[in-house]
């Protein structure tokens, strides 16, 4: 006799009628809890550390099913969040928590350019590497973006989205002009300077708490046409060694006036560290500036001209994190953590003694160092969301488990990271990355967004007012004080 699968009835899930009808009865287009391999049509977890299960995930195929969808799942009570490429730390993109309403925008693939003003409409559900291939093939165009290229625009560039280019040309969310944007009370409306332009700030930064972005009109720039890429592997064999080529690349990043058109970051791990970045220039522009600013490290790297504009965002770090960890869902922590100004030396001397001592509780830990400023810097701290306009370095601190769930023992050994530099810097306020998802960082709103909260508060009150879009760290309505 034969087992049958025992499931839950997805039909009586509220809302289950509205949410089929807003995809134009499309079951393909809807996947229910409780539905014959529900979990073969939905969105795999990113971080297996943080298991979540939606009610149902949407795959809408324009802006009115979004719309759609939002208003059937606050009449019925749920929270919703949209998933782009689904790279949310928290699993966020899946709601963050069990029970929400997930808004997948894979079809939302709309590109175009006006030959003219060579402004872009691109759909939030692009991936990074469809954008960069998509601008560059209609006329060598190019935007500031991550270099992870499966990483979707809908999250990355209403974050912030920082990579190689945005010491010259800023943010992503900087190259936003306009955005077609769907509200909590399902309306569609258009942000932009001219027309809500509260909403147009509160989505450069912040807009998985205020609403769905389902296309972005974007600034694009003449693509560069050459470039040097370095990379300097180094075993250095003592904790001075290794805290003495931080100071000397912290200097060089620190420097006053340095060229924009210099990218760099540093990468510690286990058994040594990575040092490397992109140059937009020529090879003898390279040689003079490496000659000129004593850069570190120079006797030991390689060096590749570039002149295909598709292969300069790479980044070396990532590509060492990817052959680690194998590019699959793995369980993991990560943190991250803001500066205006250079880590003390004393601090530097702690943190490598830190690491070589610390208890780890897995192999697999990397910490990078990333040069910011520049054009990020120009654009004031109340002009967008985003809120870390002063930060000229960033640290992004991973520790993977590629066996289980990731221990405590770890998760300490990232927090003592932060409070070994934070000692060294006191009175010093550190901000954190909204794009690096940290689910155990206290005050966490605060650290996101700064001084642009209470801005955030004031827009969510007026236009999602029964806190629809939601996470578990998503900016709140505050009730009225007395």
Wanted: hydrophobic share 40%.
């Amino acid at each position: 006799m034969g087992c049958a699968l025992k499931m839950g009835n997805a039909h009586s899930i509220p809302g289950h009628d509205c949410l089929l009808a807003a995809v134009g009865q499309n079951s393909s287009l809807v996947a229910f809890q409780g539905d014959p391999f529900f979990t073969l049509r939905t969105p795999p977890v990113y971080n297996l550390d943080r298991p979540v299960t939606p009610i149902a995930v949407t795959f809408p195929e324009n802006s009115e099913q979004v719309a759609s969808i939002v208003q059937c799942a606050a009449t019925n009570g749920y929270k919703v969040q949209a998933r782009s490429g689904g790279h949310s730390y928290g699993n966020y993109g899946l709601g963050g928590v069990d029970g929400a309403v997930v808004v997948d925008l894979k079809n939302l693939q709309d590109f175009s350019i006006d030959p003219f003003t060579q402004i872009a409409t691109v759909g939030s559900g692009t991936l990074l590497g469809d954008l960069h291939s998509r601008l560059y093939n209609a006329g060598h165009r190019a935007v500031a973006h991550g270099a992870c290229l499966n990483v979707g625009m809908g999250g990355h560039f209403t974050i912030g989205g920082l990579g190689a280019m945005s010491r010259q040309w800023g943010m992503a969310l900087d190259h936003i002009r306009e955005a077609e944007v769907v509200l909590a009370n399902g309306t569609i409306v258009n942000a932009s300077s001219s027309h809500n332009q509260d909403v147009l700030f509160a989505i450069k930064g912040a807009a998985a708490s205020l609403g769905i972005v389902t296309k972005f009109k974007l600034h694009t720039h003449a693509a560069p046409t050459h470039a040097v890429q370095y990379s300097y592997t180094l075993n250095l064999g003592t904790t001075a060694q290794r805290a003495q080529l931080f100071k000397d690349w912290q200097r060089f990043i620190f420097t006053k006036n340095l060229t924009r058109r210099v990218s760099s970051e540093l990468l510690v791990f286990e058994s040594g560290i990575l040092l490397s970045g992109t140059f937009f220039g020529s090879a003898s522009e390279w040689k003079s500036f490496e000659k000129e600013m004593n850069f570190p490290a120079t006797d030991n790297g390689t060096v590749i001209v570039l002149t295909d504009w598709l292969g300069m965002i790479t980044s070396q770090a990532e590509d060492f994190i990817y052959q680690v960890v194998g590019g699959i869902p793995t369980s993991f922590y990560a943190k991250s953590m803001s500066f205006t100004d250079p880590i003390p030396n004393d601090g530097i001397d702690s943190l490598f003694k830190y690491l070589d001592s610390a208890t780890k509780g897995t192999p697999t830990w990397f910490i990078i160092f990333d040069l910011e400023a520049g054009a990020t810097n120009d654009v004031p701290v109340n002009a967008t969301a985003y809120a870390h306009r002063e930060t000229i370095m960033w640290m992004q601190s991973y520790a993977v488990n590629l066996l289980g769930p990731v221990s405590q023992t770890t998760k300490e050994f990232l927090k003592g990271t932060n409070d070994v530099v934070s000692t060294s810097q006191p009175g010093v306020s550190h901000g954190a990355y909204p794009g690096y998802v940290d689910p155990l960082l206290e005050n966490a709103q605060e650290a996101y967004w700064g001084s642009n909260l209470p801005r955030l508060q004031s827009v969510k009150a007026q236009i999602d007012p029964s806190d629809v879009f939601h996470n578990p760290q998503s900016v709140l309505v505050v009730p009225d004080q007395p």
